[in-house]
């Protein structure tokens, strides 16, 4: 069964899962699903041993589905954000040259403009804000204000084709945003379902562990394929960096 179908099976139980029961993975992801996947290999090699303590066989099977519906979950949720910060790059490549036409526009609207104090203040309205949504507005408004208004403009040589411009900008820049947006409320939504999917592998994954750790509690060496390799080698790294921390003390 495909990693997507696992995914689509658990769907119902993943979407169940209560927010303030969310587990946060403290590893990268892929460190931990392959650490799930070698916990299944070797709880299935001992399950004759798992089993006298009434280890439910299933449990392995559940795994396995559980852990392709996390991987896919992940993809879907990095896939999408990774779409979202291209779009943002796009954004802040484009965004100079509308603030600087946006720039122009004013400046030459408040020359052609200085001797009528009502569109000075239209002008001045236009103006106000300094959000992304307010600039790109600002864009469209612009337009609109020297297209009525075409004839001072002209009187001082302003190029009436940077208002056709302002308007496109507007355009583009706008459905831009929508998207980002869009794919921030998108990616937010996957990101859940990626963090409730690990909420419910996680969940499985400690509870055979701890099988494992009660069945081998006596061997030390198999006792340690029921842990994580990734935090044992974390806090090996941590405890060694203190002691010679302290020993530079001494």
Same mark, same amino acid.
């Given at each position: 069964?495909?990693? +997507? ?68 979950? +992940? ?61 790109? +507005? ?15 403009? +002209? ?96």
């Amino acid at each position: 069964m495909s990693d +997507q179908q696992n995914l689509l099976d658990h769907l119902e139980e993943i979407t169940a899962v209560a927010e303030e029961k969310i587990q946060y993975c403290r590893i990268p992801y892929k460190v931990f699903i392959n650490e799930a996947e070698a916990l299944h290999t070797h709880a299935s090699i001992d399950l004759p041993l798992l089993q006298k303590v009434n280890f439910d066989v299933l449990k392995l099977d559940r795994l396995l589905s559980l852990t392709g519906a996390l991987r896919t979950a +992940q993809s879907n949720w990095e896939t999408k954000k990774t779409e979202k910060q291209k779009r943002e790059e796009w954004w802040r490549n484009e965004a100079p040259e509308m603030h600087k036409l946006r720039s122009k526009l004013i400046d030459y609207m408040g020359f052609a403009f200085r001797g009528n104090e009502f569109l000075l203040r239209k002008l001045n309205g236009i103006k106000e804000g300094k959000s992304k949504a307010d600039m790109i +507005q600002d864009m469209a408004n612009l337009a609109v204000l020297g297209r009525e208004n075409a004839e001072l403009l +002209q009187a001082i040589n302003f190029d009436l084709a940077e208002l056709d411009t302002a308007t496109q900008m507007a355009d583009e820049m706008g459905s831009l945003l929508g998207d980002i947006n869009g794919r921030m409320y998108f990616a937010d939504d996957l990101k859940l379902t990626r963090d409730k999917a690990y909420t419910l592998c996680k969940e499985l994954v400690d509870e055979i562990r701890s099988y494992g750790q009660f069945v081998f509690r006596n061997n030390d060496e198999k006792r340690k394929v029921y842990s994580s390799k990734y935090n044992r080698e974390r806090l090996s790294a941590y405890r060694r960096a203190n002691v010679n921390r302290h020993s530079h003390l001494y």
